[in-house]
């Protein structure tokens, strides 16, 4: 970060709408795409764990977040395998003329990733929705962001050893979905199912209104997600913008054709989840790839989600409620590995990098060495405070709060007048 770095002012309004796009996702976005598919009892519990999420987890970034992800306070493997130091801790050293790349005020920087550690811990929720404590799901998502997702951030994004290695995250394959998936089926199988759960049939959304209106937030502030990610207005945002949006067209159709030939109607939540299958996998490829490579991971991505959701999760009775692990997980991996194939020198330039499809196989192993890199520390490191909050506070509710709803025991409240 250099304060010699003149300010520009396109990039910079840019970068304010795009920092205001990501925060739409969690409030309303995720908390509408959720809310409307859990059962009307626990719509409240929804609302109230994202909004709490966007309000905890932006105190814990300008705290010590900003600089444990990005900061360089530390030298040597500590700096490259840990985290980034103290040296930003409260934003230190940060003022009104301080700039970063593309001429943007470090200040809008630390908001526009604040905006993605936000989002990321509300992700998870859909795994273990209607059946956990607030306390428990409070303190759980506080240690989850300082010893999860702050490493793995510093690791791609701020000089760790994953961005050293040469691995593209254009916007967050690794660090939003592929870490917030697999804590979401490591956590959907700590937790346990939900009492009624009956492996291979749905519980029916209680609002699909609601979860259109979620997904639109979502489709919509995802622009602001994989466009602002370039930290610039130019024609990489440009391509992201327009990747983006047709890898997620393509998912949607998919998924819409699929669910239309196995279950002989094509469903508003169907198109809805392969859309954000589709925004999910396009993520992290969303700065090397053009239309074909946009094309076939919403195609790929899709079918394969899809078989995670309707086939794979009931054959072995796991719990992810809300699909948390099969869409944002396994789309988040498979988003991550086809970036080493469809990255292309048209997007990255004469001296990029190119991807396995274009004959270079170099960026692939990459790309899934990171993939794999991340699903074991993600997985590993959930567990272990999966144990720790239980055994402090506990994180499930009692079998009659769960049976009654959420939104009465815990919150005191009714999203609806009966």
């Not at 870490?179 to 700590?190: D, E, F, P, Q, T």
């Not at 396009?282 to 700065?287: D, E, N, S, V, W």
């Amino acid at each position: 970060m250099s304060a010699t770095i003149t300010l520009n002012s396109g990039n910079t309004a840019w970068m304010i709408m795009a920092t205001i796009l990501v925060l739409l996702m969690t409030i309303p976005g995720i908390a509408l795409f959720y809310g409307g598919l859990v059962r009307r009892k626990n719509m409240l519990s929804v609302i109230m764990q994202s909004l709490t999420i966007v309000a905890v987890i932006s105190l814990i970034w300008v705290a010590f977040g900003y600089s444990f992800a990005f900061g360089s306070g530390f030298d040597g493997s500590l700096f490259k395998y840990g985290i980034g130091g103290f040296d930003k801790t409260m934003l230190k050293g940060i003022n009104l003329n301080t700039m970063t790349t593309g001429g943007i005020p470090e200040l809008l920087f630390a908001m526009f990733q604040c905006m993605f550690a936000v989002i990321t811990p509300a992700l998870i929720l859909g795994a273990f929705a209607e059946r956990v404590r607030f306390s428990g799901f409070l303190v759980f998502t506080i240690l989850w962001s300082i010893f999860v997702y702050l490493p793995m951030a510093h690791w791609v994004w701020g000089g760790g050893f994953l961005m050293e290695m040469g691995a593209i995250d254009f916007a967050g394959g690794t660090v939003v979905h592929i870490n917030a998936g697999i804590s979401a089926l490591v956590m959907a199988l700590l937790v346990g199912r939900r009492n009624d759960y009956r492996p291979g049939k749905p519980i029916t959304p209680h609002n699909i209104p609601f979860v259109f209106i979620g997904t639109a937030l979502l489709w919509l502030g995802w622009f602001g997600f994989n466009a602002g990610s370039g930290l610039a207005a130019d024609g990489l945002a440009a391509n992201a913008f327009l990747v983006t949006h047709i890898a997620t067209c393509m998912a949607a159709v998919t998924w819409m054709t699929v669910d239309w030939i196995v279950n002989k109607k094509p469903t508003t939540v169907g198109a809805c989840t392969g859309a954000v299958a589709g925004l999910v996998a396009i993520t992290p490829a969303a700065g090397t790839t053009d239309i074909l490579g946009a094309v076939c991971i919403g195609f790929i991505t899709s079918i394969v989600c899809f078989c995670m959701v309707a086939v794979v999760k009931p054959r072995f009775g796991y719990d992810d409620a809300l699909d948390a692990f099969g869409v944002h997980g396994i789309g988040g991996i498979i988003g991550s590995v086809l970036t080493g194939v469809f990255a292309t020198r048209y997007v990255t330039g004469s001296n990029g990098v190119q991807g396995a499809l274009y004959g270079d196989w170099h960026q692939l192993w990459i790309q899934t060495e990171t993939t794999i890199i991340s699903i074991v520390f993600s997985a590993v490191m959930t567990f272990i405070i999966f144990k720790i909050v239980d055994a402090v506070c506990g994180i499930r509710v009692v079998k009659r709060v769960e049976e009654e709803g959420l939104d009465i025991y815990e919150h005191g409240e009714a999203a609806y007048d009966l």
